[in-house]
């Protein structure tokens, strides 16, 4: 009689929330998370034969259980039996997400108290702390929580979260504001209305005596009243996508709302009526990468309305907000390569005379050497700057960005040892006529703190020459030299690492031969470091 055996797996109750592979023979905590984002692998089978992982596309099966993708993307983790098991292999998908930093504003209450409003839909959940002791989970389609505090001066941070995922990495934004006591009066200094292509107008607003409260923008005329915006607001404004079916007079006013009470004052009303846009050529325009994202400036555009097109790599393209005012950012990723159309938005929105596309630099990292050698992949700027006369550099700084270094660019450059160990670059045009300077996104890299000794030196031999054994590259000035013989013996020593060697010892000038260093140095972070290698002194 033919037995047939059923094996059954007892999964621990812990585990069953557990992202499992296809076969059931391995799992990890979730099936995605934000990078950077380490995964851990639990295995359930007790196989004679060893298991080893794939978990790069192209890369090696190895017997680690543990990666980190660094990375956004969808991956297959792939689980190799090394025994007679079928099938040999088991699969699980793991996707890795952008890490973006949440977008969101504070509004001040009279009562010493705030109000937080996402403007973010990119997580799922939003973790709002309000100190280091209270916070408070909730999604873009809650209502705006509200907190108190005893002290004016806050500081509030919100850290995006995916449900069922590793959320470590993902962004925090931190911001600090003073809550004011009272609400004053803000007054609109001008006002401009222009056509978009589709019959819409847009707003444009400049405005004064503004602060950290909500406010609400009320559009009015002679048949109805309606309002157009509500948030906070800077001293530059732009309302797209109003109806308007006739040119009689609008009067806008702006409230200065407390969103704890539901209090509300009052401007005075500031009232024009909505006419057509004058047009210009861009010349001007460029874009620059800023730490919130990449900036725009539209050249000679008289403030007209703009329309502004962000086409990605894959020519895939994204409508913006039109803009009538010199400049905007976008608040996008700094990861990709992005050009953007930009055009009048007015009537004649079908030509193609009054259109620029402009485009910020980008560079990506191709190589690094150990002697700390960058060569970059450029993505060069365009603009409508003048460009016969541009000047190019790299610029470097800490990550607190205490200690910047800018040198010119010539195709490659070396990391430079006195800014850390991990350094930022960016890559920066001067366009001298235009008095303009726009910059790239920016890369990070890790220094190798290695030393360059010269093979040979030649002191006292009346040339003037290699009369010293110097080292270049030290981070720091900080450290000791031992200078030995071929018998193992110290006949020098100096804890002035600057100035090397001169070929002297106690006994006088030191004979031709091999001799051997150790030089010890201190890095910037305060580590210390040891290098030791041989040389050759010639006296002939």
Same mark, same amino acid.
């Given at each position: 009689?033919?037995?047939?055996? %059923?094996?059954?797996?007892?999964?621990?109750?812990? *585990?069953?929330? $557990?992202?499992?592979?296809?076969?059931?023979?391995?799992?990890?905590?979730?099936?995605?998370?934000?990078?950077?984002?380490?995964?851990?692998?639990?295995?359930?089978?007790?196989?004679?034969?060893?298991?080893?992982?794939?978990?790069?596309?192209?890369?090696?099966?190895?017997?680690?259980?543990?990666?980190?993708?660094?990375?956004?993307? !969808?991956?297959?983790?792939?689980?190799?039996?090394?025994?007679?098991?079928?099938?040999?292999?088991?699969?699980?998908?793991?996707?890795?997400?952008n890490s973006e930093q949440p977008t969101f504003e504070i509004y001040s209450c009279n009562s010493n108290g705030v109000e937080v409003n996402i403007l973010d839909t990119y997580y799922d959940l939003y973790r709002i702390y309000f100190s280091p002791t209270d916070s408070i989970d909730i999604s873009s389609e809650d209502p705006n929580p509200q907190f108190s505090y005893s002290d004016p001066n806050i500081t509030v941070s919100v850290?995006?979260?995916?449900?069922?995922?590793?959320?470590?990495?993902?962004?925090?934004?931190?911001?600090? !504001?003073?809550?004011?006591?009272?609400?004053?009066?803000?007054?609109?200094?001008?006002?401009?209305?222009?056509?978009?292509?589709?019959?819409?107008?847009? *707003?444009?607003?400049?405005?004064?005596?503004?602060?950290?409260?909500?406010?609400?923008?009320?559009?009015?005329?002679?048949?109805?009243?309606?309002?157009?915006?509500?948030?906070?607001?800077?001293?530059?404004?732009?309302?797209?996508? *109003?109806?308007?079916?006739?040119?009689?007079?609008?009067?806008?006013?702006?409230?200065?709302?407390?969103?704890?009470?539901?209090?509300?004052?009052?401007?005075?009303?500031?009232?024009?009526?909505?006419?057509?846009?004058?047009?210009?050529?861009?010349?001007?325009?460029?874009?620059?990468?800023?730490?919130?994202?990449?900036?725009?400036?539209?050249?000679?555009?008289?403030?007209?309305?703009?329309?502004?097109?962000?086409?990605?790599?894959?020519?895939?393209?994204?409508?913006?907000?039109?803009? %009538?005012?010199?400049?905007?950012?976008?608040?996008?990723?700094?990861?990709?390569?992005?050009?953007?159309?930009?055009?009048?938005?007015?009537?004649?929105?079908?030509?193609?005379?009054?259109?620029?596309?402009?485009?910020?630099?980008?560079?990506?990292?191709?190589?690094?050497?150990?002697?700390?050698?960058?060569?970059?992949?450029?993505?060069?700027?365009?603009?409508?700057?003048?460009?016969?006369? !541009?000047?190019?550099?790299?610029?470097?700084?800490?990550?607190?960005?205490?200690?910047?270094?800018?040198?010119?660019?010539?195709?490659?450059?070396?990391?430079?040892?006195?800014?850390?160990?991990? $350094?930022?670059?960016?890559?920066?045009?001067?366009?001298l006529n235009d008095d303009i300077t726009i910059y790239s996104n920016e890369i990070r890299t890790r220094i190798n703190y290695i030393v360059h000794v010269p093979k040979a030196f030649t002191p006292d031999n009346g040339d003037n020459l290699n009369n010293e054994l110097l080292f270049f590259g030290l981070p720091t000035n900080e450290g000791f030299l031992h200078i030995y013989n071929r018998w193992g013996e110290v006949i020098y020593?100096?804890?002035?690492?600057?100035?090397?060697?001169?070929?002297?010892?106690?006994?006088?000038?030191?004979?031709?031969?091999?001799?051997?260093?150790?030089?010890?140095?201190?890095?910037?972070?305060?580590?210390?470091?040891?290098?030791?290698?041989?040389?050759?002194? %010639?006296?002939?």
């Amino acid at each position: 009689m033919k037995f047939t055996w %059923i094996v059954i797996f007892l999964i621990p109750l812990n *585990l069953l929330g $557990q992202h499992f592979s296809k076969e059931g023979r391995f799992s990890i905590a979730y099936e995605r998370g934000c990078a950077p984002t380490t995964v851990h692998i639990t295995q359930y089978q007790h196989l004679e034969k060893p298991r080893s992982f794939l978990f790069l596309e192209g890369g090696d099966f190895v017997g680690d259980t543990s990666f980190t993708y660094t990375d956004p993307g !969808i991956y297959h983790i792939v689980q190799l039996i090394g025994e007679d098991i079928s099938p040999k292999t088991d699969t699980l998908i793991f996707t890795v997400l952008n890490s973006e930093q949440p977008t969101f504003e504070i509004y001040s209450c009279n009562s010493n108290g705030v109000e937080v409003n996402i403007l973010d839909t990119y997580y799922d959940l939003y973790r709002i702390y309000f100190s280091p002791t209270d916070s408070i989970d909730i999604s873009s389609e809650d209502p705006n929580p509200q907190f108190s505090y005893s002290d004016p001066n806050i500081t509030v941070s919100v850290k995006g979260l995916f449900t069922d995922s590793y959320t470590a990495s993902c962004g925090m934004t931190t911001k600090s !504001i003073q809550i004011e006591s009272s609400s004053y009066t803000t007054t609109v200094d001008s006002a401009y209305f222009s056509m978009n292509c589709d019959n819409t107008f847009s *707003l444009a607003l400049q405005t004064s005596n503004t602060s950290n409260f909500k406010y609400e923008i009320v559009m009015s005329d002679d048949q109805q009243t309606q309002t157009i915006y509500s948030g906070g607001l800077s001293s530059a404004l732009n309302i797209p996508d *109003l109806l308007i079916t006739e040119e009689s007079e609008k009067c806008i006013s702006i409230n200065t709302l407390d969103p704890c009470d539901g209090s509300s004052t009052s401007n005075t009303p500031y009232c024009l009526t909505p006419n057509l846009i004058r047009l210009g050529n861009f010349y001007g325009a460029y874009a620059s990468h800023v730490n919130g994202g990449i900036f725009l400036d539209f050249g000679n555009s008289d403030n007209e309305e703009v329309k502004i097109v962000r086409q990605d790599a894959n020519n895939k393209e994204t409508r913006l907000s039109n803009q %009538i005012s010199a400049s905007t950012i976008d608040p996008t990723s700094s990861t990709r390569v992005f050009t953007y159309d930009i055009s009048f938005a007015g009537t004649n929105c079908d030509t193609l005379e009054n259109t620029a596309e402009i485009r910020a630099p980008y560079i990506s990292l191709v190589s690094k050497s150990l002697d700390n050698r960058i060569s970059l992949n450029i993505t060069p700027p365009l603009n409508k700057l003048d460009s016969s006369a !541009i000047e190019m550099f790299v610029l470097f700084y800490s990550l607190d960005s205490a200690q910047t270094i800018r040198t010119p660019y010539d195709g490659s450059f070396a990391l430079q040892p006195s800014i850390g160990r991990l $350094q930022n670059i960016r890559l920066g045009y001067s366009y001298l006529n235009d008095d303009i300077t726009i910059y790239s996104n920016e890369i990070r890299t890790r220094i190798n703190y290695i030393v360059h000794v010269p093979k040979a030196f030649t002191p006292d031999n009346g040339d003037n020459l290699n009369n010293e054994l110097l080292f270049f590259g030290l981070p720091t000035n900080e450290g000791f030299l031992h200078i030995y013989n071929r018998w193992g013996e110290v006949i020098y020593e100096s804890a002035d690492i600057s100035v090397g060697w001169n070929g002297r010892s106690k006994e006088g000038k030191a004979p031709q031969g091999t001799y051997r260093y150790k030089l010890s140095f201190k890095t910037p972070e305060g580590e210390l470091k040891s290098q030791v290698g041989t040389f050759v002194l %010639i006296r002939e």
